[in-house]
Every structure is written in C-alpha cells, then in structure tokens.
C-alpha cells in the first residue's frame, strides 16, 4: 500500500462515517479500519519493507489517519449515546435486579506467558518478533546450520521425518529433498537469512522436537526462542550485553552470567550460558548440584559456512546467535520440577499462573 493509497483511504473515510447511523455500524467500522487485521495494521507492517528515508514521513501518515479515525469513532460514539441506537430501541430494558452470571475467567498457559515476556524483553532492544515452520527442509534445519549428514552433532539433534518431497539429484545430494520437524528454532536463521539483507535482529519462538525419552526434564515437543543478529561490526561483546539484559530482567538484577566455552556446529566460537542459582544465590544448593550455577542457553559468534549457504559475505557481516529453551526458562522462575506438568492439562496446575 502506498502512500496514493493513505490519501484514498483517507477521502474514503469521510464518505464512510457518515454513513453511520447504528451502534453495530459503528463497530464495524472500527473493525474495518482498526481490526487486528484491518486498515492501519496493513499500513503498518508495510513500514520495515521501506528505506529509513521513508519510514519516518510513512509513519506520521499512518499515525495521523489512525487519530484521525479515533477521533471520527470518539464523536459517532456521543452522537449515537445521545440520540439513542436504532438498534437498541428493539431491544428488552435492562432489568438490574437480576443476579449477574459469573463468567469463568481464562488465562494463558505458563508457556505462553515466558514466551511473551522473553519476546517483550528483545522487543524492547530493538528485535522483530518472527516465526518459522515447524515442517522444515533438511537443508534449513542440518546443512545451512554447517551440520552435514556425517557430522556427528547430528545424533543430538535427529529428529522426526515426514516424507521424500523429491527434486534433482544436486538437491538430493544436499539433504534438501527430505521434510522432518524442526529439531531447533535455529532452522529459522537460514530461512530468513535467505529471504532478507543485513542488518537483521530477530527473535523467533515455537515448538520443536527431538526424539527423546519423556521425563522430568525432558519431552519429545518443546519450545525454544532463537535470537540472531547480523550486521556490520557485530562483536562478541555485543551478544553479551544483550544477554545480560535479557538475564537480569527475567532473574532480577543481582543475577550473575558467566559464559563456558563450547561447541556448536553452526556458531564459533560458541559458549553455553550460567547464571547464578535463583535459590541459593550461588552459594550451593540440590537445584544447582551444587555447584551455585544454572545452565540457561547456549550462544556463539555465527560460523563464517552459515553466511556462505545462505549468500552473505562473511568477510563484511558478523553476527551472534543464542538458542534457549521456554520450559527451561519456566521451569527456574516458576520453580517448576517436571517439565510434564506443562502438557498435562491439569487446571489445578494451571490455575497458578
């Protein structure tokens, strides 16, 4: 939608208001043009598809159609209140002496609400929220992530096959013609990194699955929430301060990191990520072995072969990616001891949160 189009909808919009002349109209309008899916929200996601020059004139076009129609629904809401609905004359009078019927009040899933609090924490730094599918290639989930079929990483993330999706031989060759489930939200690095330009900051969240054995810290279907970042100059530095961000906020502010050298395929180098125990304080305790430290997630620099397959320069890009697990999250802050608990759908379980 261009910005021919803010002018159209702009005079359309006149037309429109005053052709309400109902409550329910009224609603429908407001729908129409402020609706999840409506008007503004498709002007909106247009803004990250312009150039910076673009974005900031764009954007006030956006925001003053948006006030203009807030202020078009503030005066039909009066006119129609003081003048009495149409609609509502049809309607019985309201007798305020009958007992109200309580409503049951629902509430997300614990699941739901780490996965929003994670994601509202990187949004606020400045990454985009994005999602992936859990039906994967096999290219996007093992060998653009520099896991090819004989590396031996491999046997820890197999996961689940659907079917042969065919193609030439080369792409056979690739590991690109067989569809699994994704055994880690990383594959979504390779699919967005295909489809877009540096500079990139991103947080995606969703179901993966591995074929594990069920039990109290571990299930066949969980969650994770992959970050990367890719840019110009990104240093390991910079993954650090984020994440430090991201801990203290969750843990509070007198939670400590550290990071303890390790090894992924698609990240060097790579580190897996502690934090102090939020119950002892560090000082030693059943939950943390004692030991005074909780692994949290694993990170690293992206590996120079990831920028290859999906067409950066890894001599002019850098980046950081980190990979953490929802339940894991959950389980700590809630103190949570059996990730099943999380699938059984036991509402005496659920109603806590």
Same mark, same amino acid.
Request: hydrophobic residues 40%; charged residues 25%; proline residues 5%.
């Given at each position: 939608?261009?910005?021919?189009?803010?002018?159209?909808?702009?005079?359309?919009?006149?037309?429109?208001a005053k052709g309400i002349d109902s409550l329910d109209?009224?609603?429908?309008?407001?729908?129409?043009?402020?609706?999840?899916?409506?008007?503004?929200?498709?002007?909106?996601?247009?803004?990250?598809?312009?150039?910076?020059?673009?974005?900031?004139?764009?954007?006030?076009?956006?925001?003053?159609?948006?006030?203009?129609?807030?202020?078009?629904?503030?005066?039909?809401?009066?006119?129609?209140?003081?003048?009495?609905?149409?609609?509502?004359?049809?309607?019985?009078?309201?007798?305020?002496?009958?007992?109200?019927?309580?409503?049951?009040?629902?509430?997300?899933?614990?699941?739901?609400? !780490?996965?929003?609090?994670? $994601?509202?924490?990187?949004?606020?730094?400045? =990454?985009?929220v994005e999602e992936g599918p859990e039906v994967e290639?096999?290219?996007?989930? =093992? !060998?653009?992530?520099?896991?090819?079929?004989?590396?031996?990483?491999?046997?820890? =993330?197999?996961?689940?096959?659907?079917?042969?999706?065919?193609?030439?031989?080369?792409? %056979?060759?690739?590991?690109?013609?067989?569809?699994?489930?994704?055994?880690? !939200?990383?594959?979504?690095?390779?699919?967005?990194? %295909?489809?877009?330009?540096?500079?990139?900051?991103?947080?995606?969240?969703?179901?993966?699955?591995?074929?594990?054995?069920?039990?109290?810290?571990?299930?066949?279907?969980?969650?994770?929430?992959?970050?990367?970042?890719?840019?110009?100059?990104?240093? #390991?530095?910079?993954?650090?301060?984020?994440?430090?961000? #991201?801990?203290?906020?969750?843990?509070?502010?007198?939670?400590?990191?550290? #990071?303890?050298?390790?090894?992924?395929?698609? !990240?060097?180098?790579?580190?897996?990520?502690?934090?102090? $125990?939020?119950? $002892?304080?560090?000082?030693?305790?059943?939950? $943390?072995?004692?030991?005074?430290?909780?692994?949290?997630?694993?990170?690293?620099?992206?590996?120079?072969?990831?920028?290859?397959?999906?067409?950066?320069?890894?001599?002019?890009?850098?980046? #950081?990616?980190?990979?953490?697990?929802?339940?894991?999250?959950?389980?700590?802050?809630?103190?949570?001891?059996?990730?099943?608990? =999380?699938?059984?759908?036991?509402?005496?379980?659920?109603?806590?949160?």
């Open positions: 939608m261009s910005e021919l189009n803010i002018e159209e909808v702009a005079q359309r919009l006149e037309v429109e109209a009224l609603e429908n309008f407001r729908r129409l043009y402020l609706g999840r899916r409506g008007i503004i929200a498709q002007l909106t996601s247009l803004i990250p598809t312009l150039s910076q020059q673009e974005r900031p004139v764009f954007g006030q076009k956006v925001n003053s159609l948006k006030n203009a129609i807030l202020e078009i629904i503030k005066e039909k809401e009066l006119v129609l209140s003081s003048k009495g609905d149409s609609s509502s004359k049809q309607r019985q009078p309201l007798d305020v002496g009958l007992p109200g019927i309580a409503q049951p009040l629902g509430r997300l899933h614990p699941i739901t609400q !780490t996965i929003n609090e994670i $994601c509202s924490i990187f949004i606020q730094m400045g =990454f985009l290639t096999e290219f996007n989930n =093992f !060998t653009g992530l520099n896991i090819p079929q004989e590396h031996p990483s491999r046997d820890a =993330f197999d996961t689940f096959y659907l079917a042969e999706a065919g193609g030439d031989a080369q792409a %056979k060759n690739r590991g690109e013609d067989r569809l699994l489930l994704r055994s880690h !939200t990383s594959a979504a690095q390779v699919r967005l990194m %295909k489809m877009r330009r540096p500079p990139l900051a991103v947080v995606v969240p969703g179901r993966v699955y591995r074929p594990d054995a069920v039990d109290a810290s571990h299930s066949f279907m969980f969650h994770q929430v992959e970050g990367l970042v890719v840019d110009e100059g990104i240093r #390991f530095s910079d993954l650090k301060g984020s994440l430090q961000v #991201f801990v203290q906020a969750v843990f509070g502010k007198k939670t400590k990191m550290r #990071f303890r050298p390790h090894f992924f395929p698609f !990240t060097e180098p790579s580190a897996e990520v502690d934090i102090s $125990c939020i119950i $002892c304080g560090g000082k030693g305790c059943s939950v $943390c072995g004692f030991k005074g430290w909780l692994e949290i997630l694993g990170s690293g620099m992206v590996h120079p072969n990831v920028f290859r397959h999906v067409g950066y320069d890894p001599k002019r890009y850098t980046g #950081f990616a980190f990979g953490l697990g929802i339940e894991r999250i959950a389980m700590l802050k809630y103190g949570i001891n059996d990730i099943r608990l =999380f699938f059984e759908n036991d509402l005496r379980f659920l109603k806590q949160f």
